[in-house]
């Protein structure tokens, strides 16, 4: 089966309710805040991987402010779903969701990618709170993934897993084994969020190593699969509650592919040539931010 | 004798056999499977153990593990990157994973995986690696000669090199209590026994002087004590008095104690189931330069190159790490 977004969609009525306006505006506000961190703290880098984080914003805000069960004050809670950063560049959006949800203090953030700061530019688990483990070497996060549901559902734990990977890491071997290895060992509980933004360090991604096509890769490994547009919330939530409502301890695993555009929400930079590691200048900070908060209080009506 | 042999009158050439072929002496006492026995038993005790393996479970001795608890155990495929990130994902709910395949997937296909996702997190991940050295015929796809050049080099790291069942069954335990990653170069099937004459115990991260000597000293690990302990008996027949060594753990390595016995007269020797580069030998001789002890060290070891295949007593006499061939350079150095 072939699943386009409107497939898709039309599946998920059948399965489950569409979201609300409310809580369609609730998470996009989020997304909001989490682009207007991620301009600031890049904005403090002079630099970084700010057109990943402004494109991945919406995916981010739909785990931490509609999905994920967590307890801000106690990372560690053992009943927590984890959710897994395989791409450790995206570190910059990851922490400003992370601030958030409220267990990175805002405060903090200005201190990315800093000497002896919590919140270095590549990921990791033994930095961050909230940092379930450490990215940064692609491929590397569903394999863990697979390892954590396996020991959760074996310990009898509810718990769920979601590893947000990159459509570059499609090209590592290693996705694919651990593609392989949910489906056989029916980890329900594990759902992969895949951040299409068809860009890679060296160009495009058809330029690079063609990964389409990427819905029927996903289908024939076994997995419940759906594409939507990731910056389209309604679509999102609507598919993370999909994943939600086949979720199980024993099951198909699921995977959400997020087609997505880098820079999303800041025409200069939606409209710049894309590249992995975006050059912004001094002057076009503030421009960024006042573009981010016109689109979103137009969208908003404010 | 086959015909073309009889036929010759020259000896038959021998069968590389079996994938693992044995080490053992004939006659030789041997326990059968000792890691797969003595993961049952931690398992029992530890009730966050659990096993994986990559396709080999047959072949590491994980299926006896898998047997007696196969809710706790994980069938991985042939996937060593997985098998490895997976290790890592289960020891962070908690559990306390044994993973096992070849040496030489460990080590050069899924080193990554090792490296980042246990070592830098240092998680209780136990890597269990078969056919390490020098202990199959297969050649260089399966022989694991630069394991411990590869392993000595990831930081938080535990490296283990037994000589017997003896060290498996006693090691196994201990891998499983201490925290953070560990690497056992595994002997499986029937392996020797060989320490129970020596009261011993293995203690990790400790070197134990099996037995002492006026004119030698050999600092062996992994079955090449079981060659040592040997080639000392047959040394005395040359009125050549050898003392034994045994560093079965490699790193973090008991330097006090090597460097103690190293620091006397006697002929200093490292005997190992490894190449030459950054084994054992690398490991002592940067303890004894650090020390400034100014002593020569004499390695036992498999040479820097690809080795043949063949039979294992044809190429452990080619190579060097027969009985036979350390007595004669033993001699050969003493003059």
Same mark, same amino acid.
């Given at each position: 089966?072939?699943?386009?977004?409107?497939?898709?969609?039309?599946?998920?009525?059948?399965?489950?309710?569409?979201?609300?306006?409310?809580?369609?505006?609730?998470?996009?506000?989020?997304?909001?805040?989490?682009?207007?961190?991620?301009?600031?703290?890049?904005?403090?880098?002079?630099?970084?991987?700010?057109?990943?984080?402004?494109?991945?914003?919406?995916?981010?805000?739909?785990?931490?402010?509609?999905?994920?069960?967590?307890?801000?004050?106690?990372?560690?809670?053992?009943?927590?779903?984890?959710?897994?950063?395989?791409?450790?560049?995206?570190?910059?959006?990851?922490?400003?969701?992370?601030?958030?949800?409220?267990?990175?203090?805002?405060?903090?953030?200005?201190?990315?990618?800093?000497?002896?700061?919590?919140?270095?530019?590549?990921?990791?688990?033994?930095?961050?709170?909230?940092?379930?483990?450490?990215?940064?070497?692609?491929?590397?996060?569903?394999?863990?993934?697979?390892?954590?549901?396996?020991?959760?559902?074996?310990?009898?734990?509810?718990?769920?897993?979601?590893?947000?990977?990159?459509?570059?890491?499609?090209?590592?071997?290693?996705?694919?084994?651990?593609?392989?290895?949910?489906?056989?060992?029916?980890?329900?509980?594990?759902?992969?969020?895949?951040?299409?933004?068809?860009?890679?360090?060296?160009?495009?991604?058809?330029?690079?190593?063609?990964?389409?096509?990427?819905?029927?890769?996903?289908?024939?490994?076994?997995?419940?699969?759906?594409?939507?547009?990731?910056?389209?919330?309604?679509?999102?939530?609507?598919?993370?509650?999909?994943?939600?409502?086949q979720a199980a301890a024993v099951g198909r695993p699921s995977v959400i592919l997020c087609d997505t555009k880098v820079g999303?929400?800041?025409?200069?930079?939606?409209?710049?040539?894309?590249?992995?590691?975006?050059?912004?200048?001094?002057?076009?900070?503030?421009?960024?931010?006042?573009?981010?908060?016109?689109?979103?209080?137009?969208?908003?009506?404010? | 004798?086959?015909?073309?042999?009889?036929?010759?009158?020259?000896?038959?050439?021998?069968?590389?056999?079996?994938?693992?072929?044995?080490?053992?002496?004939?006659?030789?006492?041997?326990?059968?499977?000792?890691?797969?026995?003595?993961?049952?038993?931690?398992?029992?005790?530890?009730?966050?153990?659990?096993?994986?393996?990559?396709?080999?479970?047959?072949?590491?001795?994980?299926?006896?593990?898998?047997?007696?608890?196969?809710?706790?155990?994980?069938?991985?495929?042939?996937?060593?990157?997985?098998?490895?990130?997976?290790?890592?994902?289960?020891a962070e709910t908690g559990l306390v994973p044994f993973a096992s395949t070849y040496s030489v997937f460990a080590a050069r296909?899924?080193?990554?995986?090792?490296?980042?996702?246990?070592?830098?997190?240092?998680?209780?991940?136990?890597?269990?690696?078969?056919?390490?050295?020098?202990?199959?015929?297969?050649?260089?796809?399966?022989?694991?000669?630069?394991?411990?050049?590869?392993?000595?080099?990831?930081?938080?790291?535990?490296?283990?090199?037994?000589?017997?069942?003896?060290?498996?069954?006693?090691?196994?335990?201990?891998?499983?209590?201490?925290?953070?990653?560990?690497?056992?170069? $595994?002997?499986? %099937?029937?392996? /020797? +026994?060989?320490?129970?004459? #020596? !009261?011993?115990?293995?203690?990790?991260?400790? @070197? &134990? *002087?099996?037995?002492?000597?006026?004119?030698?000293?050999?600092?062996?690990?992994?079955?090449?004590?079981?060659?040592?302990?040997?080639?000392?008996?047959?040394?005395?027949?040359?009125?050549?008095?050898?003392?034994?060594?045994?560093?079965?753990?490699?790193k973090p390595f008991d330097a006090a104690t090597v460097l103690a016995e190293i620091n006397t007269d006697r002929l200093a020797?490292?005997?190992?189931?490894?190449?030459?580069?950054?084994?054992?030998?690398?490991?002592?001789?940067?303890?004894?330069?650090?020390?400034?002890?100014?002593?020569?060290?004499?390695?036992?070891?498999?040479?820097?190159?690809? $080795?043949?295949? %063949?039979?294992? /007593? +044809?190429?452990?006499?080619? #190579? !060097?790490?027969?009985?036979?061939?350390?007595? @004669? &350079? *033993?001699?050969?150095?003493?003059?």
């Amino acid at each position: 089966m072939t699943t386009t977004t409107e497939e898709a969609q039309m599946t998920a009525t059948q399965e489950t309710m569409a979201p609300t306006t409310e809580r369609i505006a609730s998470v996009s506000a989020a997304a909001y805040r989490i682009r207007h961190h991620a301009l600031n703290m890049g904005e403090v880098q002079g630099q970084g991987y700010v057109g990943q984080a402004l494109g991945a914003a919406d995916m981010l805000a739909a785990v931490y402010a509609d999905q994920l069960r967590y307890r801000a004050d106690n990372p560690e809670w053992e009943g927590r779903d984890r959710f897994l950063l395989s791409t450790g560049h995206y570190a910059i959006g990851h922490y400003a969701a992370l601030a958030e949800a409220g267990i990175v203090p805002v405060e903090e953030l200005e201190t990315y990618g800093s000497d002896d700061s919590r919140l270095p530019m590549s990921g990791m688990s033994t930095y961050t709170p909230g940092m379930e483990i450490s990215g940064g070497s692609l491929g590397h996060g569903l394999t863990i993934a697979v390892g954590m549901a396996l020991g959760l559902r074996y310990q009898g734990s509810g718990a769920r897993v979601y590893n947000f990977l990159s459509d570059g890491e499609l090209d590592e071997g290693s996705t694919w084994e651990a593609a392989m290895g949910a489906h056989h060992h029916q980890l329900g509980n594990l759902t992969a969020m895949v951040d299409i933004n068809a860009l890679q360090a060296d160009g495009k991604t058809d330029t690079v190593l063609r990964t389409e096509p990427v819905t029927e890769k996903w289908e024939s490994f076994g997995w419940y699969t759906q594409r939507v547009d990731g910056n389209n919330m309604a679509a999102l939530l609507q598919a993370f509650d999909n994943a939600a409502a086949q979720a199980a301890a024993v099951g198909r695993p699921s995977v959400i592919l997020c087609d997505t555009k880098v820079g999303r929400g800041v025409p200069l930079l939606e409209e710049r040539e894309k590249a992995h590691f975006m050059r912004i200048e001094e002057h076009e900070w503030q421009q960024c931010r006042e573009q981010l908060t016109a689109g979103f209080e137009g969208t908003t009506g404010r | 004798m086959s015909t073309a042999a009889a036929v010759k009158g020259t000896a038959p050439k021998l069968k590389t056999s079996a994938m693992i072929a044995s080490f053992a002496d004939p006659g030789q006492k041997t326990a059968s499977a000792p890691f797969g026995h003595a993961l049952v038993k931690a398992a029992q005790e530890n009730d966050k153990i659990v096993g994986l393996t990559a396709d080999l479970g047959k072949y590491t001795d994980m299926h006896i593990f898998a047997q007696a608890f196969p809710e706790r155990f994980f069938q991985m495929g042939m996937a060593e990157q997985l098998l490895f990130g997976a290790a890592a994902g289960l020891a962070e709910t908690g559990l306390v994973p044994f993973a096992s395949t070849y040496s030489v997937f460990a080590a050069r296909r899924a080193y990554d995986f090792l490296c980042l996702d246990s070592a830098e997190p240092n998680l209780n991940v136990n890597i269990v690696g078969g056919l390490p050295g020098l202990t199959t015929g297969y050649g260089p796809s399966h022989q694991a000669t630069e394991d411990m050049a590869i392993f000595r080099g990831m930081p938080n790291l535990t490296i283990v090199d037994p000589c017997d069942s003896i060290d498996i069954e006693q090691a196994v335990p201990q891998l499983a209590a201490s925290e953070g990653p560990t690497y056992l170069r $595994l002997l499986r %099937g029937n392996v /020797p +026994t060989v320490l129970d004459e #020596y !009261g011993y115990t293995f203690e990790l991260g400790k @070197a &134990k *002087v099996l037995r002492g000597g006026n004119d030698v000293v050999f600092i062996s690990s992994g079955l090449m004590t079981m060659r040592a302990l040997q080639a000392a008996k047959a040394l005395a027949a040359h009125n050549v008095d050898v003392a034994v060594v045994h560093t079965p753990t490699i790193k973090p390595f008991d330097a006090a104690t090597v460097l103690a016995e190293i620091n006397t007269d006697r002929l200093a020797v490292t005997l190992e189931n490894h190449s030459v580069i950054g084994g054992l030998f690398e490991t002592v001789a940067s303890a004894v330069v650090t020390a400034g002890l100014g002593k020569r060290v004499v390695p036992v070891a498999l040479p820097d190159e690809f $080795l043949d295949a %063949g039979a294992l /007593p +044809t190429l452990h006499e080619r #190579y !060097g790490l027969s009985v036979q061939r350390i007595v @004669a &350079k *033993v001699l050969a150095e003493l003059g």
